[in-house]
Every structure is written in structure tokens, then in C-alpha cells.
């Protein structure tokens, strides 16, 4: 079974610190994206990466950053963290086919970032 | 841009009840579509999901949804719901020329009455 883990059930941080979580999945997924969830705007897009060193903007991508050095991790960055980005954090991967619709989303358990 | 919408934010069914939950999309061409469950406290779930052919697919946990081109919609049904289906569900489309970006509607929250 794919595996998507991520570092941090429950964070608590400061405004201002700089914040880094972590997704690792096993199943050398191409794509790995990150999510925000808060309640009523559903899952809103970060940013994804299609492949080592890439990367591309999702919907909402303004105060965070992101890096893929290895295949199958794939860190979100909060680079000075303000109390609006308290929210829930999803990790997720996927398999490329070609142009197949092969592309279900494999889910991490998400992070529940509080920024005080 | 494609978009999702899920226009019962909440609903609430009695345990062995029918269940539809109502997914409509927008998109110029056939996307392929998802449904996600999540349970309080997890990451999504795959249900289900339609790329092409039989318009009915069936998925998980006795869940089915139905791809309707004339009305973009891709409604989830399930015949007899469990106390155990209390969950957050979500409809995804992805377009067919843009593979692994996704869309998600706003989730719709299922209540099940005992």
C-alpha cells in the first residue's frame, strides 16, 4: 500500500518562526503537492512538484515556499509565520501515466499547524 | 479553470437510509473525477473514481456515483448508510489534459442519525 507520512500530527509555533513541514511518501509517486484545509473553503492547493527540483505554484501559494531535493520528500516551508496560516495541512502524491487518468491522490494524516 | 461544486454543505440521513451526495463541475471537455472521504481526524480516502467508459462506477465501502456529461454532475449514492459513513466527503475533477492537478469541491459533511 502507498504510504504518505508526514512529520507532525499537532505543531504550535510562534508568529514569526520560520516553519517547515515535512511529507515523505514511499511508493515513487511523480507528483506530491501540499494542501490547506480550513473549514468551508475545502482543500486549496499550495503547491505541487512534478518531479525532483521542480515545482509550480497552486491557488493560494502567497507565505509559503517549497523544496523537493529527493523524489520522495517534499518540505512546506512557512518562511515568518503569521497567525492566518493556523489552518490544517495536507501532504499528498500521485502516480504520472502518460495522459492516463491514473492520478488518484494518495493522502497523508495532515498536520494541524496553530500559529499563536 | 475547472471548478467544483458541492451544493449541501451538510446533510443528515437516518442509519439505513438512501444517500446521494450532489458533485457538479465545470470544465469544457470530460475530466476525470474523484471522491474522497475523510474521517474526523484522517487524511482523504479514495471512493471511487471515473476516467472513461461505464458511466456508473462502482467504488468502496458500497459506494457508487454516476457520471452525467449533459449535466457535468457525478453524484455519489449509496443505498443503505452506516453509522460508520459519518465522515467529510469531497468530489474532485482533474483535467484530462493537466494529469495530478486536482480541483476539490468545498466537502459535504454527512450526519448519521441512529
Known amino acids: 500500500d502507498v504510504k504518505v507520512t508526514q512529520s507532525s500530527r499537532y505543531l504550535v509555533k510562534r508568529t514569526g518562526e520560520k516553519v517547515f513541514l515535512e511529507c515523505v511518501q514511499d511508493m515513487d509517486h511523480e507528483n506530491m503537492f501540499w494542501y490547506r484545509q480550513d473549514p468551508g473553503l475545502g482543500l486549496r492547493l499550495i503547491y505541487f512538484s512534478y518531479d525532483v527540483k521542480m515545482k509550480e505554484k497552486g491557488d493560494i501559494p502567497e507565505g509559503y515556499s517549497v523544496s523537493r531535493e529527493k523524489k520522495e520528500r517534499f518540505s512546506l516551508i512557512l518562511e515568518s509565520a503569521s497567525t492566518n496560516q493556523t489552518s490544517m495541512y495536507l501532504c499528498?502524491?500521485?502516480?504520472?501515466?502518460?495522459?492516463?487518468?491514473?492520478?488518484?491522490?494518495?493522502f497523508g494524516p495532515g498536520t494541524r499547524l496553530t500559529v499563536l | 479553470a475547472q471548478s467544483v461544486t458541492q451544493p449541501d454543505i451538510h446533510i443528515t440521513v437516518s442509519e439505513g437510509a438512501s444517500l446521494e451526495l450532489r458533485c457538479n463541475y465545470s470544465?469544457?471537455?470530460?475530466?476525470?473525477l474523484f471522491w474522497y472521504v475523510q474521517s474526523p481526524g484522517q487524511g482523504l480516502q479514495l471512493l471511487l473514481k471515473?476516467?472513461?467508459?461505464?458511466?456508473l462506477v462502482q467504488g468502496i465501502k458500497g459506494f457508487e456515483a454516476e457520471f452525467k456529461r449533459s449535466q457535468s454532475s457525478f453524484n455519489l449514492r449509496k443505498p443503505s448508510v452506516h453509522w460508520s459513513d459519518a465522515a467529510e466527503y469531497f468530489c474532485a475533477v482533474v483535467p484530462n489534459t493537466n494529469a495530478g492537478k486536482s480541483t476539490f469541491g468545498d466537502g459535504t459533511t454527512l450526519t448519521v442519525k441512529p
Open positions: 499528498a502524491s500521485s502516480l504520472v501515466v502518460g495522459a492516463g487518468g491514473n492520478n488518484e491522490q494518495f
Open positions: 471515473y476516467f472513461s467508459g461505464d458511466t
Open positions: 470544465y469544457g471537455a470530460t475530466p476525470y
